[in-house]
């Protein structure tokens, strides 16, 4: 799919990053204690748009040589599912070209409708070109 070295964007999200409601707090595997979105949802979500990211990879090491790195995110995910106030937490990424469509690409993320905001506080997107494919990884 990315030509002849291999893609890998791992995506982690550390078991204690995510939380909603009014007051952030953790969210349990069911969906936490306001029915903000589980971790698993955020996951499915992310995972299903990783070509967009994948692409963002793609478009900087044939712009600058980009070779890789993470960056970690967080962000909010609305009620009805649009995200709102993504900042960068972390990067090793020395493209801020590669950033900046990443920073796009989870700003354009849909979430399924859930009864409550969902704080997503540390996801990391790791890109590698020498690693073996993986889809999704955790933690």
Same mark, same amino acid.
């Given at each position: 799919?990315?030509?002849?070295?291999?893609?890998?964007?791992?995506?982690?999200?550390?078991?204690?990053?995510?939380?909603?409601?009014?007051?952030?707090?953790?969210?349990?595997?069911?969906?936490?204690?306001?029915?903000?979105?589980?971790?698993?949802?955020?996951?499915?979500?992310?995972?299903?748009? %990783?070509?967009?990211?994948?692409?963002?990879? %793609?478009?900087?090491?044939?712009?600058?040589?980009?070779?890789?790195?993470?960056?970690?995110?967080?962000?909010?995910?609305?009620?009805?599912?649009?995200?709102?106030?993504?900042?960068?937490?972390?990067?090793?990424?020395?493209?801020?070209?590669?950033?900046?469509?990443?920073?796009?690409?989870?700003?354009?993320?849909?979430?399924?409708?859930?009864?409550?905001?969902?704080?997503?506080?540390?996801?990391?997107?790791?890109?590698?070109?020498?690693?073996?494919?993986?889809?999704?990884?955790?933690?």
């Amino acid at each position: 799919m990315f030509g002849r070295n291999a893609l890998v964007m791992a995506i982690a999200l550390a078991a204690s990053a995510l939380s909603c409601g009014p007051h952030d707090e953790p969210v349990n595997a069911a969906g936490g204690p306001r029915h903000g979105l589980s971790r698993e949802a955020v996951d499915r979500a992310v995972t299903a748009r %990783q070509r967009s990211f994948g692409a963002c990879y %793609q478009a900087a090491r044939l712009g600058d040589g980009t070779t890789g790195g993470t960056l970690a995110l967080a962000w909010t995910i609305e009620p009805d599912g649009r995200v709102t106030d993504v900042q960068i937490v972390s990067s090793t990424l020395a493209s801020p070209t590669l950033a900046d469509c990443v920073l796009g690409a989870a700003r354009a993320l849909r979430f399924p409708a859930a009864h409550a905001r969902t704080r997503v506080g540390h996801y990391p997107f790791v890109f590698d070109e020498t690693s073996p494919p993986i889809a999704s990884e955790r933690p």
